[in-house]
Each structure stands twice: as C-alpha cells, then as structure tokens.
C-alpha cells in the first residue's frame, strides 16, 4: 500500500472532511489512516489554519483515556501538580529521544523475527 499524505478539513460543525474520499470522517478513522502509515494534515475550512496537532493531541487524548484509566488519582494529581516541569523544553526533547529510541528498538525486534 503507497503511504500518502491525506488532506482533510474542519468544518464549523465540527466535521471533518477526507477531500479525497469525498466523505466526512471521524477521529477513530483518522486514527486508523494514520495506523496504516499515512499522514494527515487538517486544515480549517474558514481560515485555512494548520489545526492537525490539535486533532492529533485529541486523538492522543483518546487513546489515553482508553488505555491508561487504571492509572491511580494519586498519580494523575501529581502529573497536574507537576506539569509547569514535566512539560518543559528538557523533558520534551527527552520524550522525543525516548520514543525515536523505543520505536528503532521495536523496529529491529520485528525484523530480527522475520
């Protein structure tokens, strides 16, 4: 499948249109377009701003409440309490050295067990 970049735009409504599917699509399917290796970028209708990090982050939003409800609100309280550091320059460039490391190492265990 030839990954690709897929235009979509917001609406006032709140939808979001997939200009080349011709068709309104939702987070989930968003998701998956992005699961399956493609790019998105969102664009609002109105004014043509980039808005695809917000629809990003709400898509991330959602996949946390999905996944990480089990967390205690002792933990989640201390994340809030402690956002103004966790959320700095430092940590941000060493989440992205985390990921870009733990995706490589995900990389290299799946073509070692081809």
Same mark, same amino acid.
């Given at each position: 499948?030839?990954?690709?970049?897929?235009?979509?735009?917001?609406y006032?409504?709140?939808?979001i249109?997939?200009? =080349?599917?011709k068709?309104?699509?939702?987070?989930?399917?968003?998701? =998956?377009m992005i699961?399956?290796?493609?790019?998105?970028k969102?664009?609002?209708?109105?004014t043509? =701003? @980039?808005i695809?990090?917000?629809?990003?982050?709400?898509?991330?939003?959602?996949?946390l409440?999905?996944?990480?409800?089990?967390?205690?609100?002792?933990?989640?309280?201390?994340?809030?309490?402690?956002?103004?550091?966790?959320?700095?320059? @430092?940590?941000?460039?060493f989440?992205?050295?985390?990921?870009?490391?733990?995706s490589?190492?995900?990389k290299l265990?799946?073509?070692?067990?081809?």
């Amino acid at each position: 499948m030839q990954k690709k970049e897929i235009i979509l735009k917001k609406y006032e409504n709140r939808r979001i249109y997939n200009l =080349e599917e011709k068709k309104y699509v939702n987070l989930n399917e968003i998701n =998956e377009m992005i699961l399956q290796g493609n790019k998105v970028k969102i664009l609002d209708n109105k004014t043509g =701003e @980039d808005i695809t990090n917000i629809i990003l982050l709400q898509i991330i939003n959602n996949i946390l409440l999905e996944n990480l409800s089990h967390l205690s609100s002792n933990l989640l309280h201390q994340i809030i309490e402690m956002q103004n550091h966790l959320f700095g320059k @430092d940590f941000i460039k060493f989440f992205e050295n985390t990921y870009t490391m733990a995706s490589n190492f995900i990389k290299l265990t799946k073509i070692s067990n081809e």
